[in-house]
């Protein structure tokens, strides 16, 4: 059974996630984003966009939709906004929930040596990255791994994962999960590895290759 939805987000994942939608058969009913390619992508296809920065509960909600997925997107929806979708607001975060919830969980977990990481699509909450699972996807993580190639992992996790979800949706066998929040740990926007990440060379050197890799994001501009 198709659906109706809108999506929220920016770079080539809410674009590869709405292309998805579209050959499933479910109806996109508008795009929001600062991200030229994004909304040319959606001016191309006839569908209605806006930017975050306009009003953004007045463009929601000139027509009734399903689901809003709010993907790669770093403003925070408030509570008018998350009240117009008819069934929920979806939520994309690149970490197995609830550890490192927050942001720059791939450079986080790679600081700490986690053997395993994953995404999650989470129903959006009060809290921050505390809302119910609906799906997540583990993957291994490398010794020579970097937040790049981790990053890159996280993608193609949240690519399959996601249209999983769409099916359980769709069909109706999509199935939250509360998530064990005495588990939950937290990296604020701002959080800053120790000491600026200035090195002892008395530190352990697995402890030095680990924050030079989890600091090395490849050949592409961090926001």
């Known amino acids: 059974m198709s659906f109706t939805c809108v999506l929220i987000g920016e770079g080539t994942l809410p674009l590869q996630c709405a292309q998805s939608l579209l050959l499933e058969g479910h109806r996109v009913h508008g795009i929001v984003s600062s991200d030229a390619s994004f909304l040319r992508w959606a001016q191309g296809k006839g569908i209605p966009h806006a930017e975050p920065t306009q009003d953004l509960a007045g463009f929601l909600s000139r027509q009734p939709f399903d689901y809003l997925f709010s993907i790669v997107n770093e403003h925070i929806l408030s509570h008018d906004v998350l009240r117009i979708p008819g069934t929920c607001s979806i939520y994309y975060h690149d970490s197995p929930l609830p ?120 050949p592409y501009q961090i926001r």
């Open 99 to 218: 550890r490192y919830a927050g942001t720059h969980a791939t450079s986080w977990a790679l600081m700490n040596r986690e053997k395993c990481h994953g995404v999650t699509w989470h129903v959006i909450s009060d809290r921050v990255d505390a809302g119910d699972i609906l799906k997540q996807r583990l993957v291994e993580v490398e010794d020579n791994e970097t937040a790049f190639t981790l990053n890159g992992k996280c993608y193609e996790a949240a690519i399959s994962s996601f249209a999983e979800l769409v099916e359980e949706l769709s069909c109706g066998r999509a199935v939250a999960k509360k998530q064990d929040l005495t588990e939950r740990t937290f990296h604020a926007r701002y959080r800053r590895p120790p000491a600026g990440c200035i090195f002892s060379w008395s530190r352990d050197a697995l402890d030095i290759s680990a924050c030079v890799r989890a600091l090395d994001f490849g």
